[in-house]
């Protein structure tokens, strides 16, 4: 539980995300080991959120051409 987030994939984020949320939904923990859960929960929830953005912004500089074909369009964050 305690490994470095920048190490996890989306995919081992969000498992570790689940398992938290059933400890903690379970309500069996001592206090400070929840909230220690729930810190270390909503970092995870962050990092998935990177995670997604990221892949959103790969997706939508994806272009298809008339032809068919595929290209990559430079991002544009101003929309």
Do not use: T, W
Not at 9 to 27: K, N, T
Not at 55 to 64: F, G, P, R, S, T
Request: glycine share 6%; aromatic share 4%.
């Amino acid at each position: 539980m305690s490994e470095n987030l920048a190490n996890l994939s989306f995919e081992q984020a969000l498992q570790e995300l689940e398992a938290l949320v059933r400890r903690l939904e379970e309500g069996r923990l001592p206090l400070e080991e929840a909230i220690s859960a729930y810190e270390r929960g909503v970092a995870l929830r962050s990092h998935c959120h990177a995670k997604l953005q990221a892949a959103k912004l790969k997706v939508d500089q994806i272009v298809l051409k008339a032809n068919g074909e595929s290209s990559l369009k430079p991002f544009d964050s101003a929309g």
